[in-house]
């Protein structure tokens, strides 16, 4: 699926793809059509004081899980691989990437 939306003022194209889907989980990525230039030190800390097991982070990526187990991989360019996600559908990620990225729906 492919969406209109708005980072941080920039309007941009965000791209969901299934990558896997097993049983009644599934792999997803979602990533922008440009790059976001991702400060992943601070984003990382914003998980964890969410509550969510940080395992990976640092200037190059960020690997976390949230509360149900599913697991995100995050990248200063703004791409987001989901795992795990449960019932999965690229919507579902797409709704996820919203909210771990402040993606702004565009209508």
């Known amino acids: 699926m492919k969406a209109a ?6 309007a941009l194209t ?7 889907f097993y049983g009644e989980r599934g792999d997803y990525e979602v990533f922008p059509d440009r790059e976001l230039g ?12 969410r509550g969510w ?18 697991e995100y991989t995050l990248y200063p360019d703004g791409r987001l691989i989901i795992e795990g996600l449960k019932p999965g559908s690229p919507a579902q990620a797409w ?13």
């Open 14 to 20: 965000v791209y969901a793809l299934e990558l896997c």
């Open 95 to 107: 709704t996820q990437a919203q909210g771990i990225l402040g993606f702004e729906v565009v209508a």
């Open 38 to 49: 991702l400060d992943l030190v601070p984003l990382g800390k914003g998980f964890a004081d």
């Open 5 to 10: 939306a708005r980072f941080r003022g920039m």
């Open 53 to 70: 097991a940080v395992d990976e982070s640092g200037p190059e990526v960020i690997m976390f899980q949230d509360p149900e187990g599913t």
